[in-house]
């Protein structure tokens, strides 16, 4: 859903009338599939976006813009998301989620440099100007902090986790967070020992049916 979203508005900034009323259509499907949904972190979301929309007042320009923002910090490359060369999540709700849950923990924990980098893609992408992303972002920050409790954010964070995972990273490439690496580091090993225990086991099955064979 983010993803058809992000194709229709990146159409729809040739100013054709047709592709505006399209983009426009997808950003209120996709606003009301979120707020209509009966899991509160999901409801809310729903409602951050309708704020992004109502508070600038420009149609779907506004919701694309966070969204475009979140997929990038979810998936490292807005261009190859959209393009479809990376995929965000099978579930289309959780996406959308996992790219503005992105937002949320991800923004704030970038460097100058990588902020630079977020902000030419979405600019490049939406032909809008840095400014005007910013401002976006921040508002919506805002509004999560005003409408997302410690249980939604909790469920959030899962949810920008699992994202990360689809598209080979880790929670800790968003969120910079001491504990996230801690976190990341110990999956790594985690899953070295497993691949070390995988390939002796499967040395030692090789090795019992060539003696099997011997006898």
């Known amino acids: 859903m983010v993803l058809n979203v992000l194709k229709l508005a990146g159409v729809a900034m040739s100013g054709v009338a047709s ?5 426009n259509d997808a950003v209120d499907g996709m606003i009301d599939t979120l707020k209509t949904n009966e899991n509160p972190t999901i409801n809310r979301i729903g409602r ?8 600038f007042m420009l149609g ?10 979140g997929v990038a910090l979810t998936t490292g490359d807005l261009m190859a998301a959209v393009g479809g060369g ?4 099978g579930n289309p709700v959780a996406g959308v989620c996992a790219a503005v849950g992105a937002v949320y923990f991800g923004w704030k924990a970038l460097n100058d440099q990588e902020r630079s980098a977020i902000l030419e893609s979405v600019g490049q992408f939406l032909k809008v100007g840095y400014e005007m992303i910013k401002a976006v972002v921040q508002f ?8 997302l409790s410690a ?7 899962q949810t920008v986790s699992e994202a990360a995972e ?12 001491v504990k996230d690496k801690a976190a990341k ?25 060539g003696t099997d064979s011997a006898d």
């Not at 951050?48 to 508070?55: D, I």
């Not at 919506?140 to 409408?147: I, R, V, W």
């Open 185 to 209: 580091t110990a999956d790594s090993l985690k899953k070295t020992a497993s691949n070390v225990s995988d390939a002796m086991s499967s040395a030692f099955k090789k090795k019992g049916k």
């Open 86 to 89: 990376v995929a965000v999540l």
């Open 166 to 177: 689809v598209v080979g990273r880790h929670l800790a490439d968003i969120t910079h967070s």
């Open 60 to 69: 779907y320009l506004t919701p694309s813009i966070l969204t475009a923002v």
């Open 48 to 55: 951050v976006l309708e704020g992004t929309k109502f508070g």
């Open 19 to 23: 592709a505006v009323a399209a983009a």
């Open 151 to 157: 249980d939604n954010l909790e469920e959030l964070k």
């Open 140 to 147: 919506a920050l805002n509004l999560m902090k005003d409408l």
